[in-house]
């Protein structure tokens, strides 16, 4: 700063104007840029400082909305560094060297724009957009990691800019580091009593749940002042603790960071979640003597778009009211056939859920979705490949129905009945070599002979806070006297068609979701019940796939739903009614 002084004095000894002019426009082009650098210096500092507090919305909005304007002008050039070009975000490293870049809420995005993420050595890659995530509202994008960053040490985040501005890179700083998908704080849920978190990495393995008093939640506001609560249940990914106290009264526009604290470590696990305000109590809701629906299914899909409508029609004649789709951002035609569905009467709705393993977790979050919005009575964990029905149900019959099935099963047992589970009976390729055109319960009709699994219909209100589950099974609150069940062979069973033509089977095995279950291509824990027999590390069709898995020819629910579905046309063929005219 002193030699500008010095300019400066020597300027008003021999006054001139065009040396005056050109030294004023520098002035004000100096001061700012370090206003800029400085506000983004604070930014990052906020940033590294507490990975926790993600809001760097206050600092650089108005960077960006200087850059979008400058931008729509492009006879304007746009000549500072990168920083300031950049798009606010955090970015978390994903499994398979993949990007998740979430951006500031309120940032200003041109749609008609390539995005590209830069890394610190210049290398980019293509930024896709991916969606906004339904709970915190904000927007996401994706890029890979270039294979010349991998080998570093340290990975650090890239900037996000559009195609246009990739010459402008030049930024001497230090990027903060990315945040990692094994230990982050990834979403958050309040509800009218409490604060859920979700988090990977805090209780590393299934069974081994840190102890509620090991931990803290911690809310920090703008300003950086942070507030802890106790936490009261750590089971899973899920964490509860009460809101902050009523008496810090928060602007409802400002944004509030909220993370997990490890005491003894005193480690605040990195955040992207934010705290969603205590929710007003909805009388409306509360007002309601029942949920909305009796029953519900829910489920995590990927891709599911050509299987749905079957699976969405006979369910619904069966009595499900309502179906929950958690989308891990298909790219199928999903929202077409959704959209379609709905016009047709059906109630369904898919809430984006792209968070790397996590079914347990999106199941959880289910509950207290369904709970929040006084959605279902009972939810039904069956997947789009699982069909559920009773033997005892006969074709004549008008349709019978699930409810009365569960209300059956709470009248004639002793005790709160708070979940009902069923077996599984696994379907084999049946012969088919590719998607049997009227439908898996028409296509798939030999079995193998031992059950596995089984799948559960749980009461929402027996639930254990803790929201424990494991493979489609809750937890129930035994303290206030609920418990499961088991049916029957004959009163209720799940066909699961899980091993079909071998071009879908290879599709669905290829992404597994749950949180504790080892990849199919992994070479370890070769006795798991989720590793299919015989099947290697490769997707390579195996011998005589088609015969496989055959052991017991079972066409119960063909029968039936050929009786209850399929339509006469003429020239005596008929069709399922899920098949598209
Ligand atoms: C989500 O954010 C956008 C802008 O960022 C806003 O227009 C919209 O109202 C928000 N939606 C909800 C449900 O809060
Ligand atoms: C959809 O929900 C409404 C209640 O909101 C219900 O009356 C209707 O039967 C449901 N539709 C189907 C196909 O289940
Ligand atoms: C979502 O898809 C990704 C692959 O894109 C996969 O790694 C992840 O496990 C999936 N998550 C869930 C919950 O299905
Ligand atoms: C019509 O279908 C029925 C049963 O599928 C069959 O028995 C009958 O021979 C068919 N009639 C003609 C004219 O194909």
Not at 449 to 463: C, F, P, T, W
Request: aromatic share 12%; proline share 5%; charged share 20%.
């Amino acid at each position: 700063m002193s030699s500008h002084y010095s300019r400066w004095e020597i300027m008003r000894r021999r006054p001139n104007t065009t040396f005056l002019i050109t030294f004023i426009t520098f002035l004000i082009l100096f001061a700012f840029f370090s206003l800029n650098l400085s506000r983004y210096a604070l930014s990052r500092f906020r940033y590294s400082d507490s990975v926790f507090d993600l809001d760097t919305r206050h600092n650089n909005n108005d960077d960006n909305n200087v850059f979008l304007h400058e931008y729509n002008h492009p006879k304007r050039r746009v000549s500072s560094i990168h920083f300031k070009l950049s798009i606010s975000t955090v970015s978390v490293l994903l499994p398979d060297w993949e990007i998740l870049l979430i951006v500031s809420p309120n940032t200003p995005l041109h749609y008609a724009y390539n995005y590209r993420c830069i890394f610190q050595n210049g290398a980019f890659s293509p930024a896709r957009f991916f969606g906004v995530l339904p709970f915190m509202n904000v927007t996401t994008f994706k890029c890979d990691l270039p294979e010349s960053v991998r080998r570093r040490r340290i990975f650090s985040k890239p900037a996000l800019v559009t195609e246009a501005s990739e010459n402008e890179i030049d930024d001497p700083s230090p990027a903060p580091e990315l945040l990692r998908w094994n230990f982050l704080v990834y979403e958050s849920f309040s509800t009218e009593d409490d604060v859920v978190l979700f988090a990977k990495g805090v209780n590393h393995r299934q069974g081994y749940d840190r102890s509620p008093s090991e931990l803290r939640c911690v809310f920090t506001m703008g300003d950086g002042n942070t507030v802890t609560t106790a936490v009261t249940s750590s089971v899973q990914e899920v964490f509860r603790c009460p809101h902050p106290d009523h008496v810090l009264l928060f602007q409802e526009s400002e944004k509030i960071g909220i993370s997990l604290v490890i005491i003894a470590e005193n480690l605040v696990v990195p955040s992207v979640a934010s705290y969603i305000l205590r929710p007003r109590p909805n009388y409306a809701i509360k007002a309601q003597a029942q949920p909305k629906y009796f029953l519900c299914a829910c489920t995590m899909v990927y891709n599911v778009g050509k299987f749905l409508r079957e699976w969405v029609m006979y369910h619904s004649k069966v009595g499900v009211e309502n179906f929950i789709l958690y989308d891990n951002n298909s790219d199928d035609n999903l929202e077409t056939v959704v959209n379609e569905l709905h016009e047709e009467g059906y109630n369904i709705t898919t809430l984006l859920w792209i968070w790397p393993k996590t079914q347990e977790a999106g199941f959880s979050h289910s509950i207290l979705h369904s709970k929040s919005n006084g959605l279902c009575s009972w939810i039904m964990y069956v997947d789009v490949d699982e069909f559920v029905f009773s033997p005892s149900w006969k074709s004549q019959n008008e349709f019978p129905s699930l409810k009365s099935m569960l209300l059956h099963q709470q009248m004639s047992n002793v005790g709160h009945i708070g979940q009902v589970s069923m077996q599984c009976n696994e379907f084999g390729p049946s012969g088919q070599r590719k998607n049997p055109m009227e439908g898996v319960t028409q296509g798939y009709t030999c079995r193998r002979r031992v059950e596995q699994r089984h799948k559960s219909i749980v009461l929402v209100d027996a639930v254990d806070p803790g929201l424990r589950n494991v493979i489609h099974h809750f937890e129930v609150n035994e303290k206030q006297g609920y418990r499961s069940k088991q049916l029957s062979m004959e009163n209720g069973v799940v066909n699961h068609y899980k091993y079909q033509a071998w071009d879908e089977f290879k599709n669905k095995f290829r992404r597994r979701v749950s949180a504790y279950v080892v990849d199919w291509r992994q070479n370890v824990n070769l006795k798991s019940k989720d590793r299919t027999p015989g099947l290697g590390f490769q997707p390579i069709e195996p011998k005589d796939w088609v015969h496989k898995f055959c052991e017991v020819r079972d066409q119960r629910l063909k029968s039936l739903t050929r009786a209850w579905f399929s339509i006469k046309l003429r020239h005596n063929e008929t069709r399922m009614a899920w098949q598209k005219s």
